[in-house]
């Protein structure tokens, strides 16, 4: 019961925290509902076992959350998605996934280089909305204004990308240029 409250009351203070420095901070889930449920049992009233889970922020959130969690998984889940593509540039891949409901992702695996000023992360996607329209693919809505076009040339699909942010030191990210390849799913 005494690692419980501990729990429970860490969770609350994390609350207060996030609410008082404007930074999130990340409660624990389970162990003070689960700890609180077993010690109640221990003491003989459990019928009481569900409090913990009622006065346990971490376990309330988490439960709260799970249709929402659900869903973002099933939205990007292999059960939705349409098509795959990929690229290769600078021994960097890019996959390009397109889900039902409109929905696409870009996954950049990069290659790591160290010994530059600005090292690159070695993996990062991007997420927005795509349509397709007399036979070119148009995606949008994501990373600020971005938008691409990609329009197939034979075999393979040529991106044209605007609204590129200037500002980036390093253009890991550029799409425009790349050609992509479909992808057998």
Known sequence: MLLSAYVIVGNWVFVYLSYRRKKYHSPIPLFGAVFFGLGICAIG????????????????ILIYSLPT???????????????RFY??????????SLYKRGIFIVDLLLVYDSLASNPLPSRMSLEG????????FIFGNYDGSREFEMRQCGDKFI???????????????????????????
Do not use: M
Request: proline content about 4%.
């Open 45 to 60: 009233l459990k019928q009481y076992w569900w409090l913990g889970v009622a006065i346990d922020y971490g376990t309330f």
């Open 69 to 83: 969690l659900f869903n973002e998984y099933y939205k990007t889940s292999k059960h939705n998605l349409v098509r």
């Open 87 to 96: 690229a290769d540039k600078n021994n960097n891949r890019y996959e390009l």
């Open 129 to 136: 909305k795509w349509a397709e329209k007399e036979g070119v």
């Open 159 to 185: 991106v044209t990308e605007s609204n590129y942010p200037q500002e980036k030191p390093v253009p890991y990210d550029n799409l425009d240029g790349l050609i992509f390849w479909n992808c057998n799913i």
